[in-house]
């Protein structure tokens, strides 16, 4: 039995440390091993799944329309880790896509679609900051490429994106005209199915989806 017990311990402490060993840049040396366990039981182990995400973490968007997954890039770091934290809070559960262009993007992120009180600040929601512009050279809309929102030039000289609001592009040469303009942080890598079946949902004034599309959870990928 007391033989059993140890195994245990060993295989429980692999699986807690093997995503702390694991360094964040090429040229940044393992940590020591560190065998700390935190426990729930005797027998449960408790690990947040938000820990092991690494540097271009992959996250899973689940809408009532389907699974969309993108990567985060990890040259973008203000906005890739503005949006780990955003959806770890649960900050995207239930927001509807509220502006729906087809051949062109889909966009989400405003709180202000969870309340029916404040449908006429839809699009102008937010989580309270603006987030600095990271716009990488190189980086373009294509199909698929996830993006920021932000407000014009005219009262946002410097580019600064939203603090939660996103687009993800449905035609690329429809958007090319964005490029430098928008700040890209991130690409679906499956899922390209359902970001056109929403931007074929009908929808009526302001581009707004009569037939509702929500984030229903956002979760992290593991990627072996």
Same mark, same amino acid.
């Not at 939660?164 to 390209?192: K, P």
């Given at each position: 039995?007391?033989?059993?017990?140890?195994?245990?311990?060993?295989?429980?402490?692999?699986?807690?440390?093997?995503?702390?060993?694991?360094?964040?840049?090429?040229?940044?040396?393992?940590?020591?091993?560190?065998?700390?366990?935190?426990?729930?039981?005797?027998?449960?182990?408790?690990?947040?799944?938000w820990?092991?995400?690494?540097?271009?973490?992959?996250?899973k968007?689940?809408?009532?329309?389907?699974?969309?997954?993108?990567?985060?890039?990890s040259?973008?770091p203000?906005h890739?880790?503005n949006?780990?934290?955003?959806?770890?809070?649960?900050?995207?559960?239930?927001?509807?896509?509220?502006?729906?262009?087809?051949?062109?993007?889909?966009?989400?992120?405003?709180?202000?679609?969870?309340?029916?009180?404040? +449908?006429?600040?839809?699009?102008?929601?937010?989580?309270? &900051?603006t #987030?600095?512009? @990271?716009? %990488? *050279? /190189?980086?373009?809309?294509?199909?698929?490429?996830?993006?920021a929102?932000?407000?014009?030039?005219?009262?946002?000289p410097?580019?600064?994106?939203?603090?939660?609001?996103?687009?993800?592009?449905?035609? +690329?040469?429809?958007?090319?005209?964005?490029?430098?303009? &928008?700040? #890209?942080?991130? @690409?679906? %890598? *499956? /899922?390209?199915?359902?970001?056109?079946?929403?931007?074929?949902?009908p929808?009526?004034?302001?581009?707004f989806?009569?037939?509702?599309?929500?984030?229903?959870?956002?979760?992290?990928?593991?990627?072996?």
């Amino acid at each position: 039995m007391r033989l059993g017990i140890a195994y245990l311990i060993i295989a429980a402490a692999v699986v807690v440390t093997g995503c702390r060993n694991t360094p964040k840049d090429p040229q940044e040396p393992a940590a020591e091993q560190d065998t700390t366990m935190t426990t729930t039981s005797q027998d449960t182990l408790k690990v947040d799944p938000w820990s092991c995400i690494g540097q271009e973490p992959q996250i899973k968007i689940a809408t009532t329309a389907g699974d969309i997954t993108v990567k985060l890039y990890s040259d973008t770091p203000l906005h890739r880790d503005n949006f780990v934290k955003l959806a770890k809070s649960g900050f995207y559960n239930g927001i509807l896509f509220h502006r729906v262009i087809k051949e062109f993007m889909i966009q989400v992120g405003d709180p202000n679609t969870k309340d029916p009180s404040k +449908a006429s600040q839809i699009g102008m929601g937010g989580p309270g &900051y603006t #987030i600095p512009a @990271e716009i %990488v *050279e /190189g980086k373009t809309h294509k199909k698929g490429a996830l993006a920021a929102a932000r407000r014009g030039d005219q009262v946002n000289p410097a580019k600064e994106s939203s603090g939660s609001q996103f687009y993800i592009v449905h035609n +690329a040469a429809n958007c090319s005209h964005l490029d430098g303009e &928008y700040t #890209i942080f991130g @690409e679906v %890598v *499956e /899922g390209l199915e359902v970001v056109d079946k929403i931007a074929s949902v009908p929808v009526g004034p302001r581009d707004f989806p009569t037939e509702p599309v929500s984030i229903t959870a956002v979760s992290p990928v593991t990627v072996q």
